[in-house]
Structure formats: structure tokens, C-alpha cells
């Protein structure tokens, strides 16, 4: 299991920007695929991007496509999420998770954190 820790979410208006933060507890952070995951009020948690152990090889569902950012500092045990061109659709509660794999299905991550609020405003 791994402690994670997100932060930087908030409120911003449509077309702004926010980065989200996930801090890990793990030693050995770099063996973990991590990824960001959201669930918008009353619907399913969906996948949102994810990025391999090494940092090489990223993810991302087609709604966040070109708009948003993954990526990972192995030396600080660090993910982040870089969200641009913020729209109302994308207001959810964001999850950071790891797996021992890449992939894009939430049954694959053992551990998450306990999600961050980002709310776009119309």
C-alpha cells in the first residue's frame, strides 16, 4: 500500500488553469504506474490520465486529451496534473492512484488518495 496525498484543487472559472499535486509515501515510488482519476457529482469515477513507472509513456481519456498534463518526479515521489483550458464538465472530485501497472481501469489501483474538490465556474 501506498500513502497518497493530493492537493491544489479548487474553484476557477471556465478556461482556467490548476494544477493538482499528489504527494506518495512509497520508497519505491518509481515502481508504481500513477494515475488521475475524477467522479463528477452523482456519476462513476472515470479514468482521467495516467503515466508509466519511468515517466515515459502517458494516457489520457479523449475529454482531457490536449488539455491536460500528467507527469511525475520520481525524486520527489510527486504527480502532478496539469489542467488547462478548464471547462464546466470537468468539475469533480480528482483521485491520485497506484498500481503496479499501467492501465486505465480504477479496479487496477490499490492505493488512492482521499481526492481533491476542483469546481469550474460557467
Known amino acids: 500500500q501506498v500513502q497518497l496525498v493530493e492537493s491544489g484543487g479548487g474553484l476557477v472559472q471556465t478556461g482556467g488553469s490548476l494544477r493538482l499535486s499528489c504527494a506518495a509515501s512509497?520508497?519505491?515510488?518509481?515502481?508504481?504506474?500513477m494515475a488521475w482519476f475524477r467522479q463528477p457529482p452523482g456519476q462513476a469515477r472515470e479514468f482521467v490520465a495516467v503515466v508509466a513507472r519511468s515517466g515515459g509513456g502517458t494516457r489520457y481519456a479523449d475529454s482531457v486529451k490536449d488539455r491536460f498534463t500528467i507527469s511525475r518526479d520520481n525524486a520527489k515521489s510527486t504527480v502532478y496534473l496539469q489542467m488547462n483550458s478548464l471547462k464546466p464538465e470537468d468539475t469533480a472530485v480528482y483521485y491520485c492512484a497506484a498500481s503496479s501497472i499501467t492501465d486505465t481501469s480504477p479496479a487496477m489501483y490499490h492505493s488512492w488518495g482521499q481526492g481533491t474538490q476542483v469546481t469550474v465556474s460557467s
Open positions: 512509497a520508497r519505491a515510488f518509481v515502481n508504481y504506474a
